[in-house]
């Protein structure tokens, strides 16, 4: 014990997850301003600096997957300071995805669809079902949207039409688009700058079968005609049920080669009526779909 123990004062860090029962956090790094000190919170959060002149002192956390965090400490001479710091996890964006569909189809109008798609995945460290929402921002065009729907824990996606936005799809094209996100505690993070790289306006059309021709094998082959595109692309096909008004995608078949123009199905389809479609997807999963081709199976 130094000579001056009466003239300093520690401060008792315990770093803790956000929510209850909080558990200590360890690895977590802390500065002590305007000493300069700094370390890391030991296996149950604890984190002591000792030797401390009396005074004002700002704790700073910066960790990678965690909000910032900052305080303000007064230390008195001669005394501890405890200080439990509930640090809250930053929702962050293990992959996101802007693409553009184009989509033909007989009915109901219009014929044609465009649409702007966006999928993410966000993990949060307090858990995914801490995440609360997400929303995209248009910047350049004012554009703000808050209606991504969650899949499944942690997955979401978002789709808004041609009409929704204040200019077609095709001027989108270069412009910048973010993904914001923000969990219960209310902290918000935002993905990096997406951009839309393509909009493809050529139709790929379904041959057959069509015309709700019945078909002699359950396991149908599906033709459709070339395309010739100056860019890489596969297809994909999708074979779609339509049972009174509902309809359910039963088979999807994808990353078909370019140069390939039909494919039989993966296994049988059971009775019913059907109607199937074939899209061209290019390698940023922009994609163009044909209208629909039915077909029947006794």
């Not at 505690?185 to 139709?203: H, K």
């Not at 595109?229 to 088979?251: A, C, G, K, M, Y």
């Amino acid at each position: 014990m130094g000579e001056n123990f009466l003239d300093e004062g520690t401060i008792a860090l315990r770093v803790t997850n956000f929510y209850s029962p909080r558990s200590g956090l360890r690895d977590i790094a802390v500065s002590v301003l305007p000493t300069g000190v700094s370390g890391v919170t030991n296996e149950q959060g604890a984190y002591v600096i000792p030797g401390l002149p009396g005074g004002e002192y700002t704790i700073k956390i910066n960790q990678q997957g965690y909000a910032p965090f900052d305080t303000l400490i007064n230390v008195e001479a001669g005394q501890r300071k405890d200080v439990e710091v509930p640090l809250a996890g930053l929702p962050t964006f293990e992959d996101v995805r802007l693409n553009s569909v184009h989509i033909s189809r007989w009915f109901p109008p219009p014929e044609e669809l465009f649409s702007l798609e966006m999928q993410a995945q966000v993990s949060d460290n307090d858990g995914v079902l801490d995440i609360d929402s997400l929303w995209l921002t248009i910047p350049a065009l004012d554009v703000v949207e808050h209606v991504f729907v969650q899949t499944e824990p942690g997955t979401y996606v978002h789709s808004i039409s041609s009409e929704q936005l204040p200019v077609g799809l095709q001027a989108l094209i270069g412009q910048e688009v973010r993904v914001k996100a923000k969990d219960r505690s209310g902290v918000e993070n935002e993905s990096g700058p997406l951009t839309l790289l393509r909009v493809i306006e050529e139709i790929p059309l379904a041959v057959e079968p069509d015309n709700l021709e019945e078909q002699p094998d359950a396991s149908p082959t599906f033709t459709w005609a070339q395309m010739n595109l100056p860019f890489p692309f596969t297809f994909q096909i999708d074979i779609v049920r339509s049972t009174q008004n509902v309809e359910t995608i039963v088979q999807t078949i994808t990353h078909i080669p370019s140069n390939q123009l039909s494919i039989q199905a993966l296994e049988p389809i059971p009775s019913g009526n059907y109607y199937w479609v074939v899209s061209v997807v290019d390698e940023f999963g922009n994609r163009s779909r044909s209208r629909e081709a039915g077909f029947r199976i006794p």
